[in-house]
């Protein structure tokens, strides 16, 4: 499984951006769980939110607070992370990742992609 982030940048607070990750590889299949996580300089990687396979089931780490969204559109093999609202402190590179199940804990993720740089300048 292969996985390519998108669609980081630079953005004034308050802004939006929206992230995607394609996936490929023979054995990528809608059944697959996925993520994003983010890290910021001198900090662990931290959980950002998850969906379940067939969108049936979401999970947001408590910072989000309504703020971002993910979504996937298996006919592409995509997922997306649409922020709104952005603070200075959302500042890190993030990564999407996969897993067979669903999880909140990187541990829980086979497959990581190359993470994308978001910039929120205040």
């Known amino acids: 499984v292969q996985l390519q982030a998108s669609g980081g940048g630079l953005v004034q607070a308050g802004g939006s951006l929206r992230l995607s990750c394609a996936a490929s590889?023979?054995?990528?299949?809608?059944?697959?769980?996925m993520g994003w996580f983010r890290q910021a300089p001198g900090q662990e990687r931290e959980f950002v939110a998850a969906i379940g396979r067939n969108n049936l089931i979401t999970d947001y780490g408590d910072f989000v607070r309504g703020r971002f969204t993910i979504s996937r559109d298996n006919a592409k093999n995509t997922v997306y992370l649409q922020m709104n609202s952005l603070k200075s402190e959302d500042t890190a590179v993030y990564y999407c990742?996969?897993?067979?199940?669903?999880?909140?804990?990187?541990?829980?993720?086979?497959?990581w992609g190359q993470g994308t740089q978001v910039t929120v300048s205040s």
């Open positions: 990742a996969a897993t067979i199940s669903f999880s909140r804990d990187t541990s829980g993720y086979d497959y």
């Open positions: 590889g023979p054995t990528f299949n809608s059944n697959y769980g």
